[in-house]
């Protein structure tokens, strides 16, 4: 079932780093649009799995697309029968952000949020199809690109450069698992496999302090036993929540890639 919680709403940390990398590219003249589309769920909640499978299905179809996808499994559903292995009480925190960005009396699930802008239930095709299209047909004029520093299986150095100003905004940074599959023992999916797609292990978030371009550490958490297969990183206005830039790396195992996006 869809589950709205009156949570206490959580500030989201912000963490502040030193620039030290300069990246001598342009950003790109293409004024395309793009979505960031984040899905908050959870194993134990019922009316979940379609939002999953929803969003496989947009992955499928938007994989040449500026369309990026983070499934953030939270942790509130946990205490009620199943402990979601994705779960993380920073995406609760974060999914809390929205709702006192977006003025909301309350959190659930299945929740999508487009571009920091727009919430509605995640397993309503029709609305997050649209949004998605009307996102992508909405130029933009404010581009960021990444690229990959000097790695190790600890430290992930992100190169990046923007042409917006970055006063009031903040570099994020997800880790995620393309594909995993869980078989759920308990709860209200019990007896059910379910399958995932742009799964978040990590999320880090660096305040920019006015830096146009840089590079930010992000220390890889190995917790959890799983290699994250990609990396999306997004500009992200501190006060409102709307999301102006993207890109993403698709592989974190070459450390020459570099990507250029809107």
């Not at 742009?198 to 992000?218: A, M």
């Not at 220390?219 to 993403?248: C, M, P, R, W, Y």
Request: net charge positive.
């Amino acid at each position: 079932m869809i589950r709205k919680i009156a949570l206490p709403l959580l500030l989201i940390s912000v963490i502040s780093i030193a620039f030290t990398a300069d990246l001598s590219t342009t950003p790109k003249s293409t004024d395309t649009g793009f979505a960031v589309v984040e899905l908050f769920t959870s194993e134990g909640c019922s009316s979940c799995p379609s939002a999953d499978a929803l969003l496989a299905e947009i992955e499928k179809e938007n994989s040449k697309k500026p369309v990026y996808l983070l499934a953030f499994h939270v942790d509130y559903w946990d205490r009620l029968g199943w402990k979601d292995s994705f779960s993380s009480a920073k995406f609760s925190a974060r999914q809390n952000q929205y709702a006192n960005w977006l003025n909301l009396k309350t959190v659930y699930t299945p929740q999508a949020v487009v571009n920091g802008s727009t919430e509605f239930i995640g397993s309503d095709e029709k609305i997050l199809r649209n949004c998605i299209n009307t996102m992508l047909a909405k130029p933009s004029t404010d581009h960021l690109e990444i690229s990959l520093g000097k790695t190790d299986k600890h430290n992930l150095i992100l190169n990046y450069n923007t042409n917006q100003q970055t006063n009031g905004y903040m570099l994020a940074v997800a880790l995620v698992t393309q594909k995993a599959s869980n078989k759920v023992l308990k709860g209200e999916n019990k007896g059910r496999t379910l399958s995932h797609v742009q799964i978040v292990r990590q999320f880090d978030t660096f305040q920019l302090q006015g830096k146009t371009n840089g590079s930010v550490n992000v220390q890889v958490d190995q917790s959890n036993g799983e290699i994250s297969s990609e990396l999306i990183a997004f500009l992200q206005n501190t006060k409102t929540g709307k999301i102006t830039a993207a890109s993403k790396l698709n592989t974190l195992l070459d450390s020459q890639l570099s990507n250029k996006s809107k």
